[in-house]
């Protein structure tokens, strides 16, 4: 049984059917997905969810899809690690990482969004789905497109890491690259779905893609012993990541799962395409587009569609925004893996920087809990990585030959 009541605008709150759409027809604001929450109350509660898979489905209450999910059950409730180590070495006290480079189908939490939007376009009668990305939701849509039997349309920046190329075409969708960047191919698929009558996942079903997003919030929530962090750093491209956790946030709160709720909410940008930090630093909610020049390709949306509510958010919880360059980013990278033995894409360098920065100028305070949000394996952007790693020693097969090496090493 669904408990979604329709979905409504962002802006101007007029209501519209549960359908492929996502703009409204009078303000062109974005649409949100409505839930009844008395019911959801009713039929949702602690036992319910322990007595299921550890999935993202696990919260299916609070998930747009009528029926029975199709695709993507496997994906979702990824490790939250608490990271000693890491927290001793950046000076805080009590730190998490929620590792999304593990567990999903294709290592990215692209997957939750994907396994909702695809579950949606079977409700609906699609047999083509199709997206714009930066390189992990194309590796989704590719993927999971696959195991659900659509015909795949995936459109990309022409400039995109090879290794991402690589991980899509494996899946052998119609993968299109695009001689512009991610904004440019953005604008293109809009006006491919307004012609084809295909479930673009982050355009025409984007108001139910979203939602998927907020199960990383619910599974914090749960991991943390149902309890909220008192600080929690997300990566921002389009924005949308932080504003859904902070949805999932809201709503364990408002259906009494979540007893109390003061987080501050934190984004985390790459100084090369920062549109939502600087408005953030210059305390404006106008997000001024700008042209992306970063390695984390993956965060790299210089028009932000969630950006504004991203800073609402931050605003009205008392968060901040960072961004870090690209330097910033191979160290903060680097000192993950060493710490905690997670390998994070550049994204997820970007939230580590970002984070240390935050400690620095006391936004985020040194104690209470912090929740980093690492949200993709790091296999898939090793191109960042060359010349920043020390090279491998190398001998000949004698014992004399490796001694010498540990006495250098000593």
Known sequence: MSHVKGLKCRECSRDYPVEPIYVCEFCFGP?????????IKKALDIQKILSRPTSLWRYRELLP??????????????????ADRLAKKIGIDELYIKDDTVVHPTLSFKDRVVSVALSKAFEFGFDTVACASTGNLAHSVSAQGAAGGFRRFIFIPASLEPSKIQASLVYNPYLVAVEGNYDEVNRLCSEIANKYRWAFVNINIRPFYAEGSKTQGYEIIEQLGWKAPDHVVVPCASGSLLTKIWKSFQELHKIGILKELDTKVFAAQATGCSPIAVAIKSGSDVIKPVKPDTIAKSLAIGN?????YATRVIHDTGGWGADVSDQEIIDAIKLLAETEGIFAETAGGVTLASAINLIKSGKIKREGSTVLCITGNGLKTKEALDGHLLKPFRIKPTLSNFEEILKAID
Do not use: C, H, N
């Open 65 to 82: 899809i009528d029926g029975d999910p199709k695709v993507g059950l496997e994906a979702g409730f990824t490790p939250l690690v608490k």
């Open 304 to 308: 932000p569609a969630d950006g504004f």
């Open 31 to 39: 649409l949100e997905v409505v839930y009844d929450y008395e019911s």
